[in-house]
């Protein structure tokens, strides 16, 4: 049962556009949280890592927040890129087990 | 080498057939891990190894699946009497010492059972 929820499962924007990805968890106990990103062909590569006392954590125009009262992170992608076009999936962490959202694809078009 | 590598990329079997997925972790890196990950789904959790032990056999979906580590470095995982539903990208990631830290993924295998 998958414990990491994200959405939209996918989107599409213009580039230099804006977008804001959703992650919700229900996983206990909670150790961290990372976003990573999947370009196709290619595994998974972390983006951002968030304890439970972070609430925002940027890498470049990357943005993720953490509210772990609600158990909800978003990330925001800024002056998003052709290069951006990916996979990006919300991981929560318990311990060594990780639990993975099913990603949402985003594909950014001149 | 400078990150994880996975052998092969691309691999066709036929129904019933074993087949081998080979990995090589980051240099220097204790934890290695084997995730599946299916068409539209999250990766899914197969195996968790510390040295050449493994901890946490839980994911393991059947007992044709198995999976092994020799001299702390490269692991192997086994499919026997591959079916259908085996098919999938199969993603193997190390990390350095402790499993909460950042886990570096390999390119993954794509394995097609016809």
């Not at chain 1, 954590?57 to 290069?83: E, M, P, V, W």
């Not at chain 2, 299916?38 to 198995?66: H, V």
Request: one cysteine or more; a positive charge.
């Amino acid at each position: 049962k998958n414990q990491v929820e994200q959405s939209p499962q996918s989107l599409i924007i213009l580039e230099g556009k804006n977008c804001t990805l959703q992650c919700n968890y229900t996983v206990s106990p909670f150790s961290n949280l990372r976003w990573y990103k999947q370009d196709t062909g290619r595994g998974p590569v972390s983006l951002t890592i968030m304890t439970f006392s972070e609430n925002t954590k940027s890498n470049g125009r990357y943005t993720a927040t953490l509210d772990a009262d609600t158990k909800q992170s978003s990330l925001h992608i800024t002056a998003s890129q052709l290069s951006d076009s990916a996979s990006y999936i919300c991981v929560v962490s318990a311990g060594y087990k990780l639990s993975f959202g099913a990603g949402t694809t985003v594909t950014v078009r001149a | 080498g400078a990150g994880v590598s996975q052998s092969p990329s691309n691999k066709v079997t036929e129904k019933g057939k074993d087949v081998e997925l080979r990995c090589d972790p980051i240099s220097g890196h204790t934890a290695l891990y084997w995730y599946r990950q299916s068409l539209g789904q999250g990766l899914e959790f197969l195996i968790y190894f510390q040295g050449n032990s493994a901890p946490d056999k839980s994911g393991l979906p059947s007992d044709r699946f198995s999976a092994e580590r020799t001299g702390g470095s490269v692991s192997t995982l086994t499919i026997q009497r591959t079916q259908q539903e085996d098919s999938a990208v199969y993603l193997c990631a190390s990390s350095l010492r402790a499993p909460g830290e950042t886990q570096y993924f390999g390119p993954g295998t794509r394995l097609l059972v016809l």
